[in-house]
């Protein structure tokens, strides 16, 4: 399967024009639609941050990809995505405007319907269904736009990762609560990219993140964009430029035991690989995580007494907060309260989700190591 690279040193309209003209043309994707079609750009916009910090989708990347659909032929195109936070008309129109998002609405409209509904997984996944915006769920043809980044949670923030914004608002949060264990929570983002199935996966990573993403970390540009019509092995091959390994994120690890990853049939077009790449710098999650210093062999059968005795918490810098309550509003497990305008964390019940963490708008919280 065909991996797009193309080398873009800048968010500049035309070169990111250019090379989405380059990617889409060397995929053949005009062989797939029709004028009648309803496509959906989903982006990540994961919550309300400015185009100049890499949080989220670039709108320029975004507009590119409704301009160039426009061009040629198609008209129905529908951004849609529910970010962190209530999946509202208020709340998503602040994310939109913040985001840069309305620099597409000459080539697009912004989704404005927060309906969602109930759609079936095939036989024998452990998630019978899930609930998708109707955005996503109604739409004939789904080009996925994530940013490349690191997380807290997952290690890696690509096109699989992306995909959870399928789900309507304060409903991730539900089912960060019922998948504590980053195996199970693997498996469901797995699951649910499976059920969404995006035709194309064109990732952001003109200017990435590493360190504390999906909002906390800091800029690492790769100045380039990614396409491909397999997103799994897309998302396998990206982890690789970063410098992370791939099988240490476990959902990679599990799609490729579910044989979506064929990396030994990838065929690379486009740019070259630059030679001058540096890893990436991981999650303090990653870096006060035992499990990883061990040998593999080791990992699984003691990762249930590890994650006990070594366990990360959140920890709030109490200088930094502003009370605003979006890391109470965000938590699975209700733990967090805010009084005298200063949140207040109970470590007892905690599942080291770290939405708290990532809707933090302040970067007001850190992660501690239970000893």
């Known amino acids: 399967m065909r991996q797009i ?40 916009l994961v919550m309300a941050k400015k185009p100049d910090v890499p949080v989220t989708t670039h709108p320029l990347i975004v507009k590119s990809v409704a301009r160039w659909l426009q061009e040629h032929g198609i008209t129905n195109i529908v951004i849609g995505e529910s970010s962190g936070g209530p999946f509202t008309a208020e709340h998503m129109k602040t994310v939109y405007h913040t985001c840069g998002m309305y ?19 095939p036989d024998g996944f452990v998630n019978h269904s899930f609930n998708i915006i109707n955005a996503i769920a109604e739409a004939d043809y789904i080009i996925n736009l994530p940013k490349l980044k690191t997380h807290a ?9 992306n995909l959870f914004g399928s789900v309507p608002g304060l409903q991730k949060p539900q089912l960060h609560y019922r998948f504590p264990d980053i195996e199970d929570f693997s498996n469901m983002l797995l699951e649910l990219s499976l059920v969404v199935k ?27 964009i990614l396409a491909s019509q397999d997103m799994y092995t897309q998302d396998y091959f990206a982890a690789t430029l970063m410098g992370l390994e791939p099988e240490e994120i476990v959902m990679l690890r599990q799609a490729k035991e579910r044989n979506l990853i064929h990396m030994e049939s990838m065929e690379l ?20 995580d035992f499990s990883s210093k061990v040998p593999k062999f080791l990992q699984k059968p003691f990762a ?40 207040n964390f109970k470590r007892k019940g905690c599942i080291s989700c770290f939405c708290c963490q990532e809707m933090c708008p302040m970067k007001a919280i850190s992660v501690k190591k239970a000893i």
């Open 198 to 224: 995006p035709q194309i996966t064109l990732i952001d990573a003109i200017d990435a993140m590493e360190g504390n993403g999906p909002t906390g970390g800091t800029s690492h540009p790769l100045h380039m």
């Open 103 to 121: 620099e597409a609405e000459p080539y697009a409209r912004l989704n404005m319907d927060f309906g969602f509904q109930s759609v079936n997984a």
């Open 269 to 288: 077009i486009g740019d070259t690989i630059p030679d001058n790449l540096t890893a990436f710098q991981k999650p303090d999650t990653k870096n006060l």
């Open 5 to 44: 690279l193309y080398h873009v040193p800048e968010y500049d309209e035309t070169l990111i024009y250019q090379a989405v003209e380059k990617a889409f043309t060397q995929l053949d994707i005009l062989s797939d639609l029709t004028p009648d079609m309803k496509v959906l750009l989903k982006p990540n």
């Open 153 to 161: 949670m997952t290690g890696y923030s690509g096109g699989i990762k």
């Open 304 to 343: 249930a007494v590890l994650s006990r005795v070594l366990k990360s918490y959140p920890k709030l810098e109490p200088e930094k907060c502003v009370g605003c309550g979006k890391c109470a509003e965000s938590c699975p497990v209700q733990i967090i309260t805010i009084k005298n305008r200063k949140a």
